[in-house]
């Protein structure tokens, strides 16, 4: 394990090494109960620092703004589909966190946006699922018009259904 388990597993590695330290597995009938029972909290100890686990849109989510209204950042405030949070295609009240200069908005604005992007996996009806690498929005009005004249990146067709036929025909990519 030497120094691949240092630089892929950090603190973990101290937890790997006594796994596999004779002493501990030499009978055969201490091998399924001490080391076994070792590699389920060392899987553990894996899971919890390497797996990232993605969930909806909720409060406090730092989301990319892909249009250019000016903002280039938004933390979500407030989801308004209910209490799970926000999907694709739903509509997020958000307070602006990173601007341009010059830009339509300023930092500290609240705006409202769509989720254009989620790192969530979402179904699909042919049966493949949808994931985005980040959470990106497209800021809108109160009314639902765009704020911004371009969409940047990859842009779901699903976003037909929630009526934001807008957003698709600026969109650069629609997938």
Same mark, same amino acid.
């Given at each position: 394990?030497?120094?691949?388990?240092?630089?892929? !597993?950090?603190?973990?590695?101290?937890?790997?090494?006594?796994?596999?330290?004779?002493?501990?597995?030499?009978?055969?009938? %201490?091998?399924?109960?001490?080391?076994?029972?070792?590699?389920?909290?060392?899987?553990?100890?894996?899971? !919890?620092? !390497?797996? %990232?686990?993605?969930?909806?849109?909720?409060?406090?989510?730092? +989301?990319?703004?892909? *249009?250019?209204?000016?903002?280039?950042?938004?933390?979500?405030?407030?989801?308004?589909?209910?209490?799970?949070?926000?999907? +694709?295609? *739903?509509?997020?009240?958000?307070?602006?966190?990173?601007? %341009?200069?010059?830009?339509?908005?300023?930092?500290?604005?609240?705006?409202?946006?769509?989720?254009?992007?989620?790192?969530?996996?979402?179904?699909?009806? *042919?049966?493949?699922?949808?994931?985005?690498?980040?959470?990106?929005?497209?800021?809108?009005?109160?009314?639902?018009?765009?704020?911004?004249?371009?969409? !940047?990146?990859?842009?779901?067709?699903?976003?037909?259904?929630?009526?934001? +036929?807008?957003?698709?025909?600026?969109?650069?990519?629609?997938?």
């Amino acid at each position: 394990m030497g120094s691949l388990g240092n630089n892929l !597993f950090g603190a973990v590695n101290s937890s790997i090494e006594t796994v596999t330290r004779p002493s501990q597995c030499d009978a055969i009938s %201490q091998f399924p109960s001490k080391c076994l029972s070792l590699s389920v909290d060392v899987l553990h100890k894996l899971l !919890f620092y !390497f797996q %990232q686990i993605r969930t909806f849109i909720q409060m406090r989510t730092n +989301l990319k703004v892909v *249009d250019n209204s000016g903002a280039k950042r938004v933390m979500c405030i407030q989801s308004l589909r209910g209490k799970k949070g926000a999907r +694709l295609g *739903d509509t997020i009240i958000g307070s602006v966190k990173e601007a %341009q200069p010059r830009g339509k908005v300023k930092k500290g604005d609240v705006v409202y946006g769509v989720v254009v992007r989620a790192a969530m996996k979402r179904g699909r009806n *042919d049966g493949s699922e949808i994931q985005f690498d980040d959470n990106a929005v497209v800021l809108v009005n109160k009314k639902g018009e765009l704020i911004g004249t371009r969409v !940047f990146g990859p842009v779901p067709h699903e976003l037909r259904k929630k009526k934001h +036929l807008k957003i698709l025909a600026l969109a650069e990519h629609i997938v």
